[in-house]
């Protein structure tokens, strides 16, 4: 194989000493001429002058090549999202169906039923339902498990309440054991209530969002809103000018994240909820020892407002996405960009609701790990 050398002449590839440090010198280093020098046997020592240039061009390209193919994967995600939901992957030969999409606006309007907090009512439709049916069963039978268990601590703390009064030798004693008798009573009728407690809270809040769906003019307003900016960031991404098609890819990439953290708040929602239900017979079995000291069940009430905040924020969130998303859904529509600002301002309304209603943990937004029982936040 033949090889060629070049040759450096007249100081061509010395940096220009006028170089501003933004790409200009570097550019000037490459440019220039070079003579170019075939060991080839047939024509040795033959040369020819060649241009070297480097174009702004090149960088344009470059931005335009990762913002073309980068801006497949944001609508990808959103529709392997609702594929999760659903429990069927599209043809996507055939077109992209509204329903292929996953929205913020349909989850918080309860059409997704992976994310149905009612654990003592079985899911009948939708994508997932044998799957979320299981986890439901098996979460009601540990329930009940619990439950017997509480129910046998109670009738030992009941005992031993008695034993203690019987023997007291003095009345601060029996006024002690008088007041945990008290607190026993009331911890065992929060053991054989609390389901139907849970029940009202859920439906209270389901029935709200219920009724703030059908006060909706036009439900399809809701669940296109984030359609239609999802394929408007696209269009402008692929149609704009090299920095406002970057501007767009951003804004896309942005819209389709906090789409993915709803979902992973939502989901781990569902999972603290069944958590919280289960452990409540063991709450209310340790309500008369642990209000003896002074007067208040800390465990009992943590474990209350967590468990408030965590199915209430629903309807909150919902009414926030109403006012910004679908009152707005115009000039959403017309200018994505304003509608990605108001899904950011969503997620950030559980802190400024908790944060003027002076409330503390339970919060939506962070994982299990992060949950605690017993321990304000």
């Known amino acids: 194989m033949p090889k060629v050398y070049a040759s450096d002449e007249d ?8 170089a501003t440090g933004n790409g200009e010198g570097f550019n000037q280093f490459l440019e220039g001429q070079a003579t170019i020098t075939s060991d080839d046997p047939n024509s040795p020592g033959e040369t020819e002058q060649v241009d070297i240039n480097i174009s702004d061009s090149q960088d344009d390209t470059l931005v335009i090549g990762i913002t073309e193919v ?41 059409k997704y039923e992976l994310f149905d907090i009612d654990l003592f009512e079985k899911a009948t439709v939708g994508g997932n339902t044998d799957f979320l049916n299981d986890i439901k069963d098996n979460v009601a039978i540990w329930y009940v498990a619990l439950r017997n268990i509480a129910a046998v601590g109670c009738f030992i703390t ?28 009331i911890g065992i009728i929060f053991l054989f209530i609390m389901q139907y407690i ?4 859920i439906r209270i809040s389901n029935l709200f969002i219920e009724l703030v769906s ?29 920095w406002t098609k970057l501007l767009y890819f951003v804004f896309e990439c942005v819209l389709i994240f906090y789409e993915l953290k709803f979902f ?55 009414i926030i996405y109403l006012v910004f998303m679908y009152s707005a859904s115009a000039i959403v529509t ?35 790990k992060d949950f605690k029982i017993g321990k304000g936040k």
């Open 158 to 185: 009941l005992l031993y309440v008695g034993i203690r009064m019987a023997i007291a030798t003095n009345s601060e004693d029996s006024a002690k054991y008088k007041k945990m008798l008290v607190s026993w009573l």
């Open 334 to 368: 017309a200018a994505p960009l304003i509608g990605v600002v108001f899904i950011i301002f969503l997620d950030n309304a559980e802190k400024i609701v908790k944060s003027a209603l002076k409330i503390s943990g339970g919060s939506v937004d962070k994982g299990l």
């Open 264 to 318: 992973i708040m939502y989901l781990f929602r569902v999972l603290k909820i069944f958590v919280l239900t289960v452990i409540s017979p063991l709450i209310c079995l340790t309500y008369a020892i642990d209000s003896v000291g002074d007067g208040k069940a800390q465990a009992f009430n943590n474990w209350f407002k967590n468990l408030m905040v965590l199915i209430f924020i629903q309807p909150i969130h919902l």
């Open 214 to 242: 059908k006060a909706i003019t036009d439900s399809s307003i809701l669940s296109n809103v984030e359609i239609s900016m999802i394929t408007s960031l696209a269009r402008e991404t692929a149609s704009a000018s090299l």
């Open 70 to 110: 980068g801006s497949y994967f944001p609508a990808v995600i959103n529709i392997v999202l609702a594929a999760i939901i659903t429990d069927t992957m599209p043809n996507l030969a055939d077109g992209i169906e509204p329903t292929d999409y996953f929205t913020i606006g349909n989850l918080l309007t309860n």
């Open 198 to 201: 849970i029940i009202f809270m």
């Open 11 to 18: 100081g061509l590839f010395n940096i220009p000493q006028s």
